[in-house]
């Protein structure tokens, strides 16, 4: 059964960097292909940023490009989200998703498997 367990969110100022990481468990991490998306209260998710199986091609979503960067260790079955130059409105809950597939879905009924979030706040 295919796990996923999100850390590193927290509480950080506009401006600042944070780095959050994805643990995968339960089948070849090489297999799928994995995302983060992020869900403030009252809204659907949204596309962050995904990675394809071997980690050579990336999509971003329209808010985080450029300041934001997706990165995978197939060996240890990780996956992380770099984020720099915080703004208050990336305040969310952020999800790692995957899916065994050797595209790369944009959207959330392509991923089977999502991990329970991990909450970031950029106070102003």
């Known amino acids: 059964q295919v796990q996923l367990v999100e850390s590193g969110g927290g509480l950080v100022q506009a401006g600042d960097s944070l780095t959050l990481t994805c643990k995968f468990t339960?089948?070849?991490?090489?297999?799928?292909?994995v995302a983060w998306f992020r869900q403030a209260v009252g809204t659907g998710r949204e596309f962050v940023a995904a990675?394809?199986?071997?980690?050579?091609?990336?999509n971003y979503g329209n808010n985080v490009e450029g300041r934001f960067t997706i990165s995978r260790d197939n060996d240890k079955g990780t996956l992380a989200l770099q984020m720099k130059r915080l703004y208050p409105w990336d305040t969310n809950v952020y999800y790692c998703?995957?899916?065994?597939?050797?595209?790369?879905?944009?959207?959330?009924?392509?991923?089977?498997?999502w991990g329970q979030g991990t909450q970031v706040t950029v106070s102003s």
């Open positions: 998703a995957a899916a065994n597939t050797g595209l790369i879905p944009v959207t959330t009924p392509e991923y089977a498997y």
């Open positions: 990675i394809n199986r071997i980690g050579a091609t990336t």
């Open positions: 339960g089948d070849t991490f090489s297999n799928y292909a």
